[in-house]
């Protein structure tokens, strides 16, 4: 959609925790509201390093820079000023520069302040959403947007064509995406599955699994903090190069670089289970329509357990029991870091079941409407 001079200009603030979830959950967002809702966007955000990765043609060097459309701006280097500005997103309630409040609470129109929370399934989060607190000094309201499950949420964040992109992408494309990895295309008898997690998930023995199971698996693991685990698994041999697939059983490993977030799709596409981790991937899991294991970010006071739980709750409901039982079952081991070996044959046996039912659940998810459009109605909403 063609931005005009005139359109109301939104700035979003990040503050890389770890990890690329941050990162990656606000640069998808600043696009969607560009791209789909013809907004002047300004992503002001601490660490253009991590922004890089998921988006090589960020110039780390650059304190300010247009990519995509979106005005990047080095929030380590770069005074903000709020003038101007209609909404401005507190991503992951990170905290706005004390200079930047100060000078909002000056204006006689100040721009919307809104709090873009964590995502979780949990019924807590129908309730809480929507609702403003002041601010302790300057009394400015800052409204809670948290994504969501429900109708009664600010829903996922999804781009209008994905689906379209995701249903082309047929066993020509699939073979062009392995290709140009430098890969052959997995044979029809391999069940074909991506591993992205923390380095606390139970690799080996999940591994042990696969390789002694009597049906082939390829394993697909793009660079990440599982990679020495995987390799101390296939030994010496498991240092191949990215793009060699080599062995132990049944289980064939083909490391990948990790890959540009606008590439992450076909990956999650290609594949016929994937292991997700954190936020956005996880969503992307769930748009992709394929049965998937979500490793929550683990929290010290357990709340990743409670966050899991009630996704399960609701992901499971529509599935027949024996499969949604062996999915919960992994998924319970896999995020508590226990062992998984045993769980693994009933999980491999509930595959059609569970590719039925995470088609059916992508359209479900869909059909709750989507993230950025609730964020620009909402911000529209509270404008004075
Ligand atoms: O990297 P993460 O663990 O980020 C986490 C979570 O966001 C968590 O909620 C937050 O509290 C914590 O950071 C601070 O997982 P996540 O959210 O899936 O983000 C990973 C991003 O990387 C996502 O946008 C997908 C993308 N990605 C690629 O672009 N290429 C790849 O090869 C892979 C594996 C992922």
């Given at each position: 959609?063609?931005?005009?001079?005139?359109?109301?200009?939104?700035?979003?603030?990040?503050?890389?925790?770890?990890?690329?979830?941050?990162?990656?959950?606000?640069w998808?967002?600043?696009?969607?509201?560009?791209?789909?809702?013809?907004?002047?966007?300004?992503l002001?955000?601490?660490?253009?390093?991590?922004?890089?990765?998921?988006c090589?043609?960020?110039d780390?060097?650059?304190?300010?820079?247009v990519?995509?459309?979106?005005?990047?701006?080095?929030?380590?280097?770069?005074?903000?000023?709020?003038?101007?500005?209609?909404?401005?997103?507190?991503?992951?309630?990170?905290?706005?520069?004390e200079?930047?409040?100060?000078?909002?609470?000056?204006?006689?129109?100040?721009?919307?302040?809104?709090v873009?929370?964590?995502?979780?399934?949990?019924?807590?989060?129908?309730?809480?959403?929507?609702?403003a607190?002041?601010?302790?000094?300057?009394?400015?309201?800052?409204?809670?947007?948290?994504?969501?499950?429900?109708?009664?949420?600010?829903?996922l964040?999804?781009?209008?064509?994905?689906?379209?992109?995701r249903?082309?992408?047929?066993?020509?494309?699939?073979a062009?995406?392995?290709?140009?990895?430098?890969?052959?295309?997995?044979?029809?008898d391999?069940?074909?599955?991506?591993?992205?997690?923390?380095?606390?998930?139970?690799?080996?023995?999940?591994?042990?699994?696969?390789?002694?199971?009597?049906?082939?698996?390829?394993?697909?693991?793009?660079?990440?903090?599982?990679?020495?685990?995987?390799?101390?698994f296939f030994?010496?041999?498991?240092?191949?190069?990215?793009?060699?697939?080599v062995?132990?059983?049944?289980?064939?490993?083909?490391?990948?670089p990790?890959?540009?977030?606008?590439?992450?799709?076909?990956?999650?596409w290609?594949?016929?289970l994937?292991?997700?981790r954190g936020?956005d991937s996880?969503?992307r899991?769930?748009?992709?329509?394929?049965?998937?294991?979500w490793?929550?970010?683990?929290?010290?006071?357990?709340?990743?357990?409670?966050?899991?739980?009630?996704?399960?709750?609701?992901?499971?409901a529509?599935?027949?029991?024996?499969?949604?039982?062996?999915?919960?079952?992994f998924?319970?081991?896999?995020?508590?870091?226990?062992?998984?070996?045993?769980?693994?044959?009933?999980?491999?046996?509930?595959?059609?079941e569970?590719?039925r039912?995470?088609?059916?659940?992508?359209?479900?998810?869909?059909?709750?409407g989507?993230?950025?459009?609730?964020?620009?109605?909402?911000?529209?909403?509270?404008?004075?």
């Amino acid at each position: 959609m063609a931005v005009t001079p005139s359109a109301p200009v939104w700035d979003i603030f990040c503050k890389v925790v770890d990890n690329y979830g941050d990162a990656g959950v606000c640069w998808r967002v600043a696009r969607l509201l560009h791209h789909q809702h013809g907004l002047q966007v300004r992503l002001w955000i601490d660490r253009l390093p991590i922004l890089q990765v998921l988006c090589p043609a960020i110039d780390v060097a650059a304190p300010e820079q247009v990519i995509d459309g979106i005005e990047v701006r080095d929030w380590s280097t770069l005074v903000a000023q709020p003038s101007g500005v209609d909404v401005v997103i507190e991503a992951f309630a990170c905290g706005l520069p004390e200079t930047y409040v100060s000078a909002m609470a000056r204006l006689t129109r100040p721009p919307v302040w809104i709090v873009l929370d964590y995502l979780s399934a949990e019924s807590w989060v129908d309730s809480h959403h929507g609702l403003a607190s002041p601010h302790p000094s300057f009394g400015l309201p800052r409204w809670y947007f948290y994504p969501g499950f429900t109708a009664a949420t600010g829903g996922l964040p999804r781009e209008q064509d994905l689906f379209q992109r995701r249903d082309a992408f047929d066993a020509v494309a699939r073979a062009g995406f392995w290709r140009r990895l430098g890969m052959s295309v997995p044979a029809r008898d391999e069940f074909v599955v991506s591993l992205f997690a923390y380095a606390q998930a139970p690799v080996t023995d999940l591994l042990t699994a696969m390789a002694e199971d009597p049906r082939p698996t390829v394993l697909v693991v793009p660079a990440g903090a599982v990679v020495p685990a995987v390799q101390g698994f296939f030994g010496a041999t498991g240092s191949g190069t990215t793009g060699a697939t080599v062995r132990r059983g049944a289980l064939g490993l083909r490391l990948l670089p990790f890959l540009p977030q606008s590439e992450y799709d076909e990956l999650l596409w290609a594949c016929d289970l994937n292991l997700v981790r954190g936020e956005d991937s996880f969503v992307r899991a769930q748009w992709a329509g394929k049965p998937l294991i979500w490793q929550p970010y683990r929290q010290d006071d357990g709340a990743h357990h409670r966050k899991l739980q009630a996704f399960l709750q609701c992901y499971t409901a529509g599935i027949e029991t024996g499969a949604g039982a062996a999915l919960s079952a992994f998924s319970e081991a896999w995020s508590a870091s226990t062992p998984v070996r045993a769980l693994w044959p009933a999980l491999r046996a509930s595959r059609d079941e569970l590719e039925r039912h995470a088609r059916n659940w992508s359209a479900e998810l869909a059909d709750l409407g989507e993230m950025s459009a609730k964020l620009v109605e909402f911000g529209r909403n509270k404008v004075k």
